[in-house]
């Protein structure tokens, strides 16, 4: 089955942009999607098929996905937008769905 | 916009059974994949398996047979079972609208916090 591996942590300056990468053996042939947790609250879907954003999601939060990593981008980061972020896809070779373990964005 | 809500016991006994239910508004459960995630204390997400109106089920294999999940259409509600549970199982469980491989999962209950606990 799929592993997909991120970054524990990432840190940024307010205003600065934010790279999450989430790798995978060929995950730029599988649809990503992001979510971001906050403290105490549910996942919310920011990012969904490699670079789509659902309503809600601001246009500084973007996507892409190549090769063997999908990158989450936040741009002119904000304090608001400390969170944990999660990429997901679905294992079609397994049929099941798999998350990476999450990296929690610290915005210094 | 579609609100899911769970609701279950928040504290169940080692080797007992785990029971929640998901109550969904706004939407058909008859539409839709309707799946649950579970997240154990500072931990990340994990799936556990999603139900399709038409009954069909897919559960994780990590979880080795104590996972069933059911339906009642008449209630607009879905709901998930783990047997011989273990303080291993603690977790926060939510339910959410699984809308498909290209989209992932779109809605979200508030979750609800399960304790194995004696």
């Known amino acids: 089955s799929s592993v997909l591996t991120q970054p524990p942590s990432v840190s940024v300056a307010p205003g600065k942009t934010a790279t999450i990468p989430c790798g995978g053996d060929?995950?730029?042939?599988?649809?990503v999607h992001w979510y971001q947790q906050k403290p105490g609250q549910a996942p919310v879907l920011v990012i969904y098929?490699?670079?789509h954003r659902p309503s809600g999601t601001p246009e500084r939060i973007s996507g892409s996905n190549s090769g063997n990593t999908a990158t989450l981008t936040i741009s002119r980061v904000e304090a608001g937008d400390e969170a944990d972020y999660y990429c997901?896809?679905?294992?079609?070779?397994?049929?099941?769905?798999?998350f990476g373990g999450g990296t929690k964005l610290t915005v210094l | 916009q579609v609100h899911l809500q769970e609701s279950g016991p928040g504290l169940v006994k080692p080797s007992e059974t785990l029971s929640l239910t998901c109550i969904v508004s706004?939407?058909?459960?008859?539409?839709?994949?309707w799946t649950w995630i579970r997240q154990s204390p500072g931990k990340g997400l994990d799936w556990i398996g999603y139900?399709?109106?038409?009954?069909?089920?897919n559960y994780n294999p990590s979880l080795k047979g104590r996972v069933s999940m059911s339906l009642d259409t008449s209630k607009n509600q879905f709901s998930l079972t783990l047997t011989s549970v273990t303080p291993a199982d603690t977790a926060v469980y939510y339910c959410?609208?699984?809308?498909?491989?290209?989209?992932?999962?779109?809605?979200w209950g508030q979750g609800a916090q399960v304790t194995v606990s004696s």
């Open positions: 959410a609208r699984d809308a498909g491989s290209s989209w992932g999962f779109d809605f």
């Open positions: 706004n939407e058909s459960i008859s539409s839709s994949y």
């Open positions: 139900i399709h109106y038409s009954g069909t089920t």
């Open positions: 060929d995950i730029g042939s599988d649809s």
């Open positions: 098929y490699d670079s």
């Open positions: 997901q896809v679905w294992d079609s070779s397994s049929d099941l769905w798999v």
